[in-house]
């Protein structure tokens, strides 16, 4: 059982940051990959980033990359979403997630899941 809580959403205006934390309980940390993922009112919840678990490898959806960074401290059993230059099109609720099987980049694939934290971008 692994269990995840998200921290740090909020309202931003257009160009500004916001960084979200993820702090895991349960099974060891750093033995899983770990993702973000976002889902906008009336949408479907899409793939924002990944990052492995020993390398550390990370992936982006091309919506982000280049502005968005994921980050894991495997000390702190926590993984972090530093967002800069938000636009309003990135408002949704942000949840991260647990693979415990691979590093995948599709929503099924994953484990375990966060309640999410809403993220709100003004123009």
């Known amino acids: 059982q692994v269990q995840l809580v998200e921290s740090g959403g909020g309202l931003v205006q257009a160009g500004g940051s916001l960084r979200l934390s993820c702090t895991a309980s349960?099974?060891?940390?750093?033995?899983?990959?770990m993702g973000w993922f976002r889902q906008a009112p009336g949408k479907e919840r899409e793939f924002v980033a990944r990052?492995?678990?020993?390398?550390?490898?990370?992936y982006y959806s091309d919506s982000v990359k280049g502005r968005f960074t994921i980050s894991r401290d495997n000390a702190k059993n926590s993984v972090y979403l530093q967002m800069n230059s938000l636009k309003p099109e990135d408002t949704a609720v942000y949840y991260c997630a647990a693979d415990l099987k691979g590093y995948s980049s599709y929503a099924d694939d994953y484990d375990y899941w966060g309640q999410g934290t809403q993220v709100t971008v003004s123009s």
């Open positions: 990052i492995s678990w020993i390398i550390k490898g990370t």
């Open positions: 349960g099974r060891t940390f750093s033995s899983y990959a």
